[in-house]
């Protein structure tokens, strides 16, 4: 081993619970405007991956950037032959990325076959609510969060291991914003598993012009009965978001999007200031006390 890729391996964290693992990139394939799906095969994270957790992943053999980055789990697949003796109930996982920065632009460079590093699946996810309606609140790429707990919650797929039993809600809505429409996509993710669907944009070019807090006024109030708010996206949006909850006395879990360097609960790179019942607050760990976090909880100045 060199020593760059020495010290690659060096700054790949993982943990007992979680061990780092070179994993193989089976699809990677353009997704939406500078947005990508990369598919790897990892069955012991894709079969225990729950909905709202998420992944650290790794170039190997590099440095630049030092640093693991966080991605929401998009959904899990069954890609290999199987042998029927597996236990695995997929065996590859999903992620979506936006290309932002270094991690990113470096990422998309990855060809079929690579290998990347990797451990998870991480992060407490989303808890299954007892309700009629889930209302999903998405803004730019905060949508690969929320595409797994949907088909949850609706009863077209399952996760966990073994699978953790779902509520089903009878509806279950994805109010989506973004700059403009050619940063939508796999929106037949969502309908196809019977989501249904509005999108707004700030130049008007697909859906309403406005703001998800415009699609989300626009909703009928008879339809906000039992209703439980799922939301991810950039921070402002999702303080909007839950001010809006509060207002319309629903509950409303959002899933932080801090940044992280382990994943694990050892740098405390990616604390929040979180309030308790009595009103004082403490920071928390963002990936393991979170992502999720009751929207109401959060000290968002
Ligand atoms: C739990 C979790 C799940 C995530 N899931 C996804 C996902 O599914 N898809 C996806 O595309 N991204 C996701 N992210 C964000 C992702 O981890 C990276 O931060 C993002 O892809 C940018 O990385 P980069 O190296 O390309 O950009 P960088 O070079 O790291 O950053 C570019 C610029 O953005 C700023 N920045 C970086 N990260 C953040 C942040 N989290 N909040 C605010 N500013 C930031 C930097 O300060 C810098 O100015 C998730 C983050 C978390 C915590
Ligand atoms: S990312 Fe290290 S403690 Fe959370």
């Known amino acids: 081993m060199n020593s760059l890729s020495s010290i690659s391996e060096n700054v790949s964290v993982g943990c007992e619970k979680a061990p ?126 929320l595409l797994a707990f949907a088909k949850e919650c609706l009863g077209v797929k399952r996760f966990g291991n073994p699978f953790r039993p779902a509520t089903l809600s009878r509806r279950t809505t994805l109010c989506w914003g973004a700059r403009t429409g050619s940063f939508f996509g796999g929106i037949e993710d969502f309908t196809s598993s019977g989501v249904d669907v509005h999108l707004a944009t700030l130049d008007g070019s697909t859906g309403i012009q406005g703001t998800v807090i415009d699609l989300l006024n626009a909703i009928p109030p008879s339809l906000l009965d039992r209703t439980h708010i799922a939301c991810c996206g950039p921070e402002p949006m999702m303080a909007a978001v839950g001010a809006w909850a509060t207002h319309h006395s629903l509950t409303c879990d959002v899933s932080l999007e801090a940044p992280m360097a382990c994943g694990v609960g050892i740098c405390f790179t990616c604390v929040a200031k979180v309030r308790d019942s009595t009103g004082s607050w403490d920071y928390r760990r963002t990936c393991v006390e979170g992502p999720v976090f009751r929207a109401s909880s959060i000290d968002w100045d």
């Not at 994270?45 to 992944?55: D, E, N, W």
């Not at 790794?58 to 693991?68: E, G, K, Q, S, V």
């Open 20 to 145: 780092y693992q070179r994993v193989r990139v089976i699809e990677h394939e353009i997704f939406a405007h500078r947005t990508r799906r990369i598919r790897i095969e990892c069955p012991e994270i894709a079969s225990r991956a729950l909905p709202g957790q998420f992944v650290m992943l790794r170039i190997p053999d590099r440095n630049d950037p030092l640093l693991a980055r966080p991605l929401a789990v998009y959904d899990t697949h069954t890609h290999l032959e199987r042998d029927r003796t597996s236990s695995f109930s997929f065996d590859c996982l999903d992620l979506v990325y936006l290309i932002h920065g270094k991690f990113t632009t470096a990422l998309e460079q990855i060809k079929v076959g690579d290998e990347l590093i990797t451990w998870g699946p991480l992060g407490n996810g989303f808890s299954l609510p007892d309700v009629d309606h889930l209302l999903l609140v998405a803004g730019g790429i905060g949508q690969t969060a």
